[in-house]
């Protein structure tokens, strides 16, 4: 480093010692800079000798003392931080809008979840494929728990036919649920608590729940199956083989963990037929 630049650097430095924000003190001081440069080339230009064109650039600055607080006075460091806060702000906002975006990307596969490969609430398809509807309804009851709304949407009966691997022809009525799971925040995960649904018709039947429910004591159990069916919903279907309808006034559906007691009534004496 020259004479020259020395003495320029330290002018510059002692004329923006007053300016807060540290961008526009480096900033303003690069442009006095090379502004005093400029002037000491075009002096050279001239014939003027090195040392004489440095005295004269830095009379023709003034007095950085003196400069100093006017430079202050106008740029104030309130836009500088307001801007460098912006600039953080749309960064944390690109962030927390990426990732919701990210979740809402890897949910995007939308499917009802199906047991048997039709709509089982559709009451015209039923005949379609063999079978005979005996109770459909939509109870439309509702149970909110932290920040997760879980409504009964549809129930049905139905009776099931089939054929076994001997070939002989069988039947048996099945209740069949649709239970929506929704949370309108877009980072709000799946529950998964359909798993441990449990039931209670009004003639005194406990159904158990697929995960605590023994195969082995011939008992019915309440079936459970879950699919992401849009960006804020998930759909439970929820069922009970061999369900006998007559005489059953009402289900109840449990969900009793995690120290919460959520009960569903579905009446079942009131749907009619479709």
Not at 78 to 93: D, P
Not at 232 to 237: C, G, H, K, P
């Amino acid at each position: 480093m020259y004479m020259g630049q020395y003495q320029f650097k330290c002018w510059c430095s002692d004329a923006v010692s007053g300016i807060i924000f540290p961008p526009d003190r480096q900033q303003i001081s690069e442009e006095l800079y090379r502004h005093m440069e400029d002037h000491y080339d075009a002096l050279i230009q001239q014939g003027i000798g090195k040392e004489e064109a440095l005295r004269l650039t830095v009379e023709a600055m003034g007095d950085a003392r003196v400069i100093a607080p006017q430079l202050a006075a106008i740029h104030r460091p309130f836009w500088g931080y307001f801007l460098r806060a912006t600039r953080i702000m749309l960064v944390l906002l690109l962030i927390v809008t990426i990732i919701p975006l990210g979740i809402f990307l890897r949910k995007a596969d939308y499917r009802e979840p199906s047991a048997w490969g039709f709509d089982i609430f559709d009451p015209g398809v039923h005949a379609q494929n063999g079978h005979t509807l005996l109770y459909h309804g939509k109870p439309d009851c509702s149970v909110t728990s932290g920040g997760y709304r879980f409504t009964v949407t549809d129930a049905v009966v139905w009776t099931y036919r089939y054929t076994d691997g001997n070939g002989s022809n069988l039947s048996r009525d099945i209740l069949c649920l649709r239970m929506s799971e929704t949370n309108f925040l877009p980072w709000a995960e799946h529950t998964g608590v359909g798993q441990w649904f449990r039931a209670e018709d009004s003639r005194g039947i406990i159904y158990e729940s697929t995960n605590t429910h023994d195969p082995a004591s011939g008992t019915p159990c309440l079936c459970a199956a879950s699919s992401r069916t849009g960006p804020f919903t998930d759909t439970y279907l929820l069922w009970i083989n061999d369900f006998e309808l007559a005489d059953t006034q009402w289900i109840k559906i449990r969900y009793d963990r995690d120290g919460r007691d959520l009960v569903w009534s579905i009446d079942l004496s009131g749907g009619g037929m479709p």
